[in-house]
């Protein structure tokens, strides 16, 4: 499996971005997945996570009520909503997919999208 991240960039505080990640390769074998982001000289920190039907989420206390995130299976693709963004959102973001495939576990990461808020 390969994960790429799109729609980062720099917004004004209280503005919004629709982050977005696409799979490919052995797709099927994917279950929950997630988004994390790392601040500069912070560790990185689970944002959101689904589950591989969509049928649960869970987020971040710091996100609740200003992310959303959502999965299209049928396309592949994963996405991130965020409203309401404040300077301490600002990040690379990377999403994140557990996969099972041939007996084995794998976490698998994409490259990363960087979220710049200004205030």
């Known amino acids: 499996v390969q994960l790429v991240e799109a729609g980062g960039g720099l917004v004004q505080a209280g503005g919004s971005l629709r982050l977005s990640c696409a799979a490919s390769?052995?797709?099927?074998?994917?279950?929950?997945m997630g988004w994390y982001r790392q601040a500069p000289g912070k560790q990185r920190e689970l944002v959101a996570a689904?589950?591989?039907?969509?049928?649960?989420?869970n987020y971040a206390d710091s996100v609740k009520g200003r992310f959303t995130i959502s999965r299209d299976n049928a396309k592949n693709t994963m996405y991130l909503q965020m409203n309401s963004l404040k300077p301490e959102d600002t990040a690379v973001y990377y999403c994140?997919?557990?996969?099972?495939?041939?007996?084995?576990?794998?976490?698998?990461w994409g490259q990363g999208t960087q979220v710049t808020v200004s205030s």
């Open positions: 689904i589950t591989r039907g969509g049928g649960t989420t």
């Open positions: 390769g052995t797709t099927f074998s994917i279950n929950a």
């Open positions: 994140n997919a557990a996969t099972y495939y041939s007996g084995s576990f794998l976490t698998v």
